[in-house]
């Protein structure tokens, strides 16, 4: 069943990890080895999660790096769907398929 507006994965790691455990940005990116900037763009919701990232989140705050990007995958996924026309595409009959 499709998610109505899934989390950023952003948003999750705020509300899940950060606020309860009074933790920065800038202390979990020391966690993860990457840059502050880095984090910040994905707690911020400016960029994805990219299969790297994964991997880190991963490692330091559990889950697999599988449910970190398909988190991420559904979030895309969601905001495409409010967004992009397909009234003109159309169903292709192929002969052979």
Do not use: C
């Not at 990007?69 to 969601?78: G, T, V």
């Not at 009234?87 to 052979?96: D, M, N, P």
Request: charged content about 20%; glycine content about 4%; aromatic content about 8%.
């Amino acid at each position: 069943m499709a998610m109505h507006n899934p989390p950023h994965p952003g948003a999750f790691i705020q509300e899940v990890y950060l606020t309860p455990n009074e933790m920065s940005g800038r202390e979990l990116a020391l966690q993860l080895d990457v840059a502050a900037s880095t984090l910040n763009r994905v707690l911020n919701e400016a960029s994805g999660v990219s299969p790297e990232m994964a991997l880190r989140l991963s490692k330091a705050l559990g889950r697999s790096p599988e449910s970190w990007l398909a988190m991420q995958h559904n979030y895309d996924l969601w905001q495409a769907k409010q967004t992009v026309d397909l009234k003109k595409v159309h169903k292709i009959e192929f002969k052979y398929a």
